[in-house]
């Protein structure tokens, strides 16, 4: 299997089966957040201006011959904000169009909801990005492919673990949003997991983490070093 893992952010053509298939070939991933064409405060809007979306579907046209390319799509934070002048529809819009795109080069598209912030108002997170995670998920429905709610899931373990263990994954002292490496073990041992529930047939790519993932869905603090 290769990896390529593109750096953060990450048209109506003939009708096209956008349903993930279990292919003889191995897949490649190709990751909005982690080459790397992801970019940290890109936009769904922005990513493409800026070249780094074509850099997606050229490798996905570059490696389906030989492997069954995996295209993961998260964006909203940025886009949701006013700065970035995209309305929620048009931030939808955006990523059936980017779905659709991958499918066309011969890809899988699979739509991921925002990672939640983990500011808290008294016990429980602000949940401040519902509705952008619900215009993905009504993108994902809208073209029949897989996503994977990370809002829904990462929003029921903060709220299980706490304010104070919630702010042991910041980036940096009052820095919500962003993941330092303990944060990123964790939620990303999270997004993998999501992944595997829905596609059950990726499971020898990847490698366990039985204990992580055991107090991750037990909703129990974990450092990521399980």
Sequence with gaps: MKFLSLILALTALAPVDARPKKAAKPPYFVLTDGINPAKSGATTASFRADGRWKTTITAVQENVDTHSPIVTIQFGHNDQKAASGISLEQF????VALAEEVIAAGGTPILITSLTRRAFNGSAVIENLNEHSAAAIAAAESLGI???DLNK???AYVNAIGKANADLYN????????????GER????LVVDLLLRKRKDLHHYFEKDVALSKKIWAGEYATGDE
């Design 92 to 95: 939808q819009a955006n990523l």
């Design 171 to 182: 980036l940096a002292p009052g820095d919500r949003t962003h993941l330092n490496p303990s």
């Design 186 to 189: 964790v939620f990303g041992r």
């Design 153 to 155: 899931a990462s929003t």
């Design 146 to 148: 897989d996503y994977l």
